[in-house]
């Protein structure tokens, strides 16, 4: 295993997270996962990572650090308060860390994290409150996560994050342009999730792949329409590359994420132990400067594609018919929100209410027809037309 430090603190390239607790991916065996833990502590992994909105994750991931838990690096998170809008006022900080805790089986955190933004709260609110945590000995550090560019530049400019967490992948590479930036030096680190695009870079799914029910992918835009070709197209040249090099896919994606400037940790999750070993082959060599160089060259062609796709794409779903299946009209929906984003056609404030809105109509939809075409509607009005 490979160690990067920042600030006192000691991190495994590769970390470990609880997020498939959470059923994300489908089922989940407990047992299983704590068995998963526990060897890979064995096999030099320091860092762990959950969040109090992961169903019992937290339960289950401090219960299996237990016997090690001096050894290890526990990480959760704030501001995600299970089945409610996030909180990041003092008062919430302080009680959901008191939470966090008390599940982990644990009197001191290593690092916790803001999971999403909170715009009532002042950001020097919610520092005061993380620094107020940490000065009682409750958390040795803070980090910041899944929150716009210019409100994390807010909490640099008023606080001291260790960590912005990000999702970063060949597959999904915005945060390069828009966080990657503001890591290193004496400023905070970087730790990448979804190392393997959510599994599109492993090479083991293709058009005719079917996810179970509850899985995220069913309505991921990275899994749709033309990203999920460009994504298909990328994934075969870490086919490729992997197969010049010895490695598997999975490998060259930890691999690729580990060699980005600023990355301290390629946060994985796997659920099966052959999945663990394989992401823990990503470390202890380096991807080629020029496999580096074309793989640049291959992202670039890929942008200039699907920027003009995307757009033609975003108006489609907004002004034409929407499927008469409201699992395809959800997930249309959901692929014009990310999609502005990702193009920058939309501000991510601007579009999280409507997004609010949308998002929990997964939970119950049939006959959700009037209430998408409602979504849509209001997505309309914060998405502008292409210009």
Known sequence: MEYREHRGLTLSAV??????????????????????????????VTFFDTAGNYGDAEAVLGAAVRPFREEVLLATKVGSPEGALPRLDPEAVAASCHRSLARLGTDYLDLLQVHFDDPATPVEDTVAALERLRAEGLIRHYGVGHLPAHRVKQYLEVGEPFSLLMELSAVARDSRRSLLPLC????????????????LLTGKIGPGTVFEEGDIRRYDPLFQRARFASGQRIAARFATLARSLGKTPAQVAVAWLLAQPGVVCALTGPRRLAHLEENLGGVGWRLPAEALAGLEGLFAAEDEAL???????????????????????????????????????VAEDAIRPAFFALWPLQEQLEGAGPALEAARTRLRGVIPPAS
């Not at 970390?15 to 064995?42: I, Q």
């Not at 290193?184 to 599994?199: D, E, L, N």
């Open 184 to 199: 290193g030096g004496a400023g905070p680190v970087a730790i990448g999730f979804s190392v393997t695009g959510r599994g």
């Open 15 to 44: 970390g470990l997270g609880a997020y498939a607790l959470a059923g994300a991916y489908g089922a989940c065996d407990r047992d299983e996962f704590v068995a998963l833990v526990r060897h890979a502590r064995a096999r030099g």
């Open 307 to 345: 920027a003009a796709e995307e757009a033609a794409t975003i108006d489609a779903i907004l002004d034409g018919p929407l499927p008469a299946e409201p699992a395809a009209a959800f997930r249309d929906l959901v692929y014009a929100v990310e999609t502005a984003v990702n193009l920058r056609r």
